[in-house]
């Protein structure tokens, strides 16, 4: 049965360009793009009609006429009805590292590719984390342009960085968005050498809290013989961060551990020694997730002889600060990524996980609930030239969560 439901990931494609309203100044054409029951309906039965749909055909019905896109972005339909919409299967946004960030986003539900493009930002090379219906990205050049945006209804504004950062070597970008308020916080890990001491690695964490407008850094570490990197994830009010070994290391040594910090604590519990938690074998492109507040990493498996060489890809779950392995990516699927570069990315929501090889469009999806892997259909971005790059990552789609 797993067979039947199994598609290669060259399957073909149309995508939908996502549409908006453009004001219509002839009253006669916006007649005839009406609906035929427009005149007919009181607002609050269009509002409970059209709650009823996908967030995508909420958010193109704003273009069937003026009356629908008033009542689409009125604040009674985005605070009363879709507020109340279950968590949405989480989209993907893939697009090429060698242009401008335009590309296309895979809805999982529907099977369809979508076209749009990031506010925002000019660039791709960013880092980037989302979070109920926002996503958050800091330039990788600089690291004091950051945006927090809702990809969905192009919305977005622009963080002040933190007054005491410093250009690190290493940072890791997060955001957690609380579900009723849609408050959000955004951490950012920042991990630089200590002068002349490669073993020796600072670590400060800053915390912005969009309801008070402000950064506040709680807490700093001085790593020996570990520094940070570029991955963190908040889940359940802890945030986590993957460090990695600076040391010679062999093969059956452990080359990454996981370090947390309780949000919500007004001290630090940045301890390595008390709380470091070693990753459960030889790991590349190791990722964390936040899967309904369940902390879930997914990376590449080691070869004995050659860790940095990966032989299948693995999931696993954290219970009680012990990982439990979930499922590893079954061959067929692992070749089905053609000439697979030993580097690829992963993204996570909900109960969905994402997995793309950066050097070509295939996309994979494991569902965490059913326990199976599924391609996506074929993206409709073509590569272009031998070395093009591809990256991406997903994002629950949401209308009334903005920045």
Known sequence: MADNWVMHPYEEQRYVPLMTYQENDNAEADRENSAP?????????????????????IFRARAVCKRWNHVVNSERFLLSFTADLPPQKPWYFMFTGNEDPVGFAYDPILRKWYGIDLPCIE??????????????FMDNDNRTRLFVCNPITKDWTQLRPPSD?????????????????????????????????????????????????????????????????????ICDGVLYCLIYSTGVVNSSETRHALIMYDLNSQSSHMSLFRTSIPVPCSLTCGRLMNLNEKLVMVGGIGKPDRPDIIKGIGIWELHKREWREVSRMPHRYFQGFGEFDDVFASSGTDDLIYIQSYGAPALLAFDMNQKQWKWALKCPVTKRFPLQLFTGFSFEPRLEVNP
């Open 37 to 57: 029951l427009d005149h007919v309906l009181p607002d609050d039965i269009l509002e409970r009609i059209l709650s009823l749909l996908p967030v995508v055909s």
């Open 123 to 136: 660039t791709t090379n960013w880092f980037i984390a989302s979070s109920f219906g926002l996503v958050c």
């Open 165 to 233: 950062v410093i250009l690190p070597d290493y940072s890791a970008l997060s955001v957690s968005v609380d579900r009723r308020s849609h408050d959000y916080t955004v951490t950012l890990i920042q991990t630089k050498q200590v002068p002349g001491d490669f073993q020796r690695w600072d670590l400060s964490i800053h915390i912005y809290d969009s309801d008070t407008r402000s950064w506040v850094s709680p807490a700093e570490e001085v790593l020996v013989g570990w520094r940070g990197g570029d991955e963190s994830i």
